[in-house]
């Protein structure tokens, strides 16, 4: 007979699942049964009936949205996103890397969400915007409009949207038409983020310009808005913004996401529906810096409560549904190993923030399963801690009831450290799949996500912005460490060689002017050719000095990309390790003792951690060996080398043909001449 208590023995804590740390929606899957409909349920309504204005006159609004750390708000956005997708189309914009591009930034991330498919929707928002426009909606067939000539589909749309004074028509509707061309599809999207695409790109979509200006972003973030009127409303939802950037006197410019609010009103930037989702403390502290004449352009503001101890138990009670369902004996209690009791005894006030609510079940589930495991009550708190002595009901067993000490909010720095080393490989390999090149995304986040790993490692004296003028936010200056030498970073990856000129000629202006005493350039991207001004100044600058050129790869971007999402968290008190929330300190502590952030070879390039051999991870090495010969039966030796080295260019010749004899004293492949050359040998599958 299997009991709840061996359920419990076996099984992972379910409240170790929850991921405290907020994100992106787009990139945070939640499972529509795994939300209780009575909490925040008066805020949804809120939100649902000022959409439905936006939907009706067509006139944008703001929100704000405001609660305490661990109150659910991003949650709660995603909750919106899922349940309103089908009258809205949702984009998450979160924190932005330099005020001087926060336009950009908005555009970016719009575009970036309207690319992403909704759940039951076969396409993504970004073509069901496309189809539902209203000029297609009167008579004419979407199918042939799209595969008409490409001039006659941009007569129709600027005959149809003349009068909504739609920014650079002929550009914008006609890399729309390329939205529908699987070969331009990519580069289409990329121009409407605002890429800086190389000069054939532009070819291709028949534009002259691209998006490099603030002005040309809100432009064209107002195009979609105006020829959307007739669809549905975007919903623009700003997000776990403690991490913008900070003014002089060290709070946070909220001032520049306002002037975008109240742009969007005064500018009549229409069918727009702005969240501005903010920590109550935040905002207390950073109100009154804002211009009183912009947060009147904030429609309603609304606040997360507190949940009450039904909502509690209901949180409770779907977690441990899925073990209760597998034991023999239903506990009597649907919160089990937790009692009603035990409840009222925690929050005496009746009410409680959702995350304290499930870190507290996860600390005390865990102290109850190693109390069973143990058959002993847990022992007693640290010195100077508080004590609670919690009665939790023992259904269907012969012991007692168990009385478990607790001490609640104890640290225990071995668990911590292993619970961020696994949620480091967990947020690492979402990153993975959200970048999946470098360009992703821009030289300010690329530059602002240096930035945070060099703070970390306590690099002294960091600087933004060394080079001046438009691309001032590609660069940054440091002490190097243990020395007087001061360096110099500009990161740009723009495609259009003019861009690199102009980013060249200030980096020039930059050494001339003695700013930095080396300077290094990241740059992964094409350097042009001979002929052209930019590769000439970068000869000039990189060829025979001591200033170097660092050719970046897309692991390293990946490993700054995921300190980055976590230092998000942390700023925003969302950050939840062993039941403890993790400041910034303590995760700049966590991720220098981990030492994750020296396998970055961006960092060792740049001298910031020391060059080491990176130990090979033979086993997808050996899979790919393994399987190519599987699907080819018999092959050569030294062809199964080279494809292996052409795969992964950090495996050298000699680890792969140790492999190939691992596999071969596995069983699993024999090579079936071993005594002749290497050269001549053939390997097949072992059966």
Not at 124 to 143: D, E, P, V, Y
Not at 170 to 190: S, Y
Not at 282 to 293: D, F, G, P, V, Y
Request: neutral net charge.
């Amino acid at each position: 007979m299997t009991s709840i208590d061996y359920i419990i023995q076996r099984e992972v804590n379910p409240f170790d699942l929850i991921n405290f740390k907020p994100g992106n929606f787009w990139e945070e899957k939640q499972d529509s049964s795994d939300s209780i409909d009575s909490i925040h349920q008066e805020v949804i309504s809120e939100i649902d009936g000022l959409l439905d204005l936006v939907i009706r006159d067509n006139r944008s609004r703001s929100l704000l949205l405001l609660g305490d750390s661990g109150s659910g708000k991003s949650y709660l956005l995603g909750r919106l996103k899922r349940t309103l997708n089908s009258k809205a189309f949702f984009a998450y914009i979160g924190p932005w890397a330099d005020s001087d591009y926060i336009w950009r930034h908005v555009l970016r991330s719009t575009v970036d969400s309207l690319i992403k498919i909704p759940e039951g929707q076969q396409e993504s928002q970004l073509m069901l915007w496309l189809k539902s426009l209203s000029a297609f909606s009167k008579g004419n067939s979407i199918s042939q409009l799209l595969q008409s000539d490409r001039r006659k589909f941009i007569q129709h749309l600027k005959k149809t949207y003349n009068r909504s004074r739609i920014y650079n028509p002929d550009f914008f509707f006609g890399v729309l038409h390329d939205l529908t061309n699987p070969e331009l599809e990519q580069i289409a999207c990329e121009w409407l983020r605002g890429d800086d695409l190389s000069e054939e790109s532009m070819e291709a979509l028949k534009v002259t310009t691209c998006i490099d200006s603030e002005d040309t972003a809100k432009n064209l973030l107002a195009n979609f808005g105006r020829i959307s009127t007739q669809t549905q409303p975007i919903v623009l939802c700003f997000d776990n913004l403690d991490n913008i950037p900070q003014n002089s006197d060290g709070s946070q410019d909220f001032q520049s996401l306002f002037n975008v609010n109240t742009t969007i009103h005064n500018s009549y930037l229409k069918n727009f529906l702005v969240i501005i989702s903010v920590i109550t403390n935040t905002w207390k502290r950073n109100s009154h810096r804002i211009q009183q004449a912009d947060t009147a352009r904030i429609d309603r503001e609304l606040k997360l409560k507190k949940i009450n101890l039904e909502q509690v138990e209901a949180l409770w009670a779907y977690r441990l549904k899925p073990l209760h369902q597998q034991a023999d004996s239903q506990p009597t209690s649907a919160i089990f190993p937790f009692s009603r009791q035990f409840l009222e005894e925690s929050f005496l006030g009746g009410k409680t923030l959702p995350r304290n609510a499930l870190t507290l079940a996860r600390n005390e589930y865990q102290k109850y399963k190693e109390s069973r495991i143990d058959s002993t009550a847990i022992p007693g708190g640290k010195d100077g801690a508080t004590n609670i002595k919690i009665l939790i009901e023992n259904p269907g067993q012969t012991k007692p009831p168990i009385v478990i000490t607790t001490t609640q909010g104890a640290k225990d720095s071995e668990t911590i450290a292993a619970e961020f080393e696994l949620l480091w490989l967990h947020e690492y390999k979402k990153i993975q799949e959200k970048i999946s090149k470098i360009t992703f995304l821009s030289a300010p986040d690329l530059i602002g996500m240096l930035k945070e790993a060099l703070e970390a490692l306590h690099i002294p004296r960091i600087e933004p912005k060394l080079i001046s003028g438009k691309y001032a936010g590609y660069s940054l200056s440091y002490q190097q460490p243990d020395k007087r030498e001061r360096v110099g970073v500009v990161w740009t990856e723009d495609s259009n060689m003019t861009s690199f000129y102009h980013v060249m000629n200030a980096s020039h202006k930059a050494i001339k002017k003695q700013f930095s005493d080396k300077l290094y350039l990241i740059r992964i991207g094409s350097l042009g050719n001979v002929k052209l001004k930019g590769y000439q100044l970068y000869q000039q600058i990189f060829t025979g000095n001591k200033n170097i050129h660092i050719k970046p790869n897309l692991s390293s971007v990946h490993l700054l990309a995921t300190y980055h999402s976590l230092v998000n968290s942390a700023l925003a008190h969302e950050l939840v390790l062993a039941g403890n929330t993790i400041k910034l300190p303590e995760l700049q502590s966590l991720i220098q003792e981990s030492q994750l952030l020296d396998k970055c070879t961006l960092l060792q390039d740049l001298g910031i951690v020391p060059k080491e051999i990176i130990e090979l991870d033979p086993e997808p090495v050996k899979d790919f060996l393994f399987n190519l010969v599987k699907t080819q039966s018999l092959m050569g030796v030294p062809t199964l080398i080279s494809h292996c080295i052409a795969t992964f260019s950090d495996v050298s010749k000699n680890e792969t043909k140790l492999l190939i004899q691992n596999l071969c004293k596995e069983g699993k492949v024999k090579i079936l001449n071993p005594k002749a050359k290497l050269e001549d040998q053939s390997i097949c599958l072992n059966v």
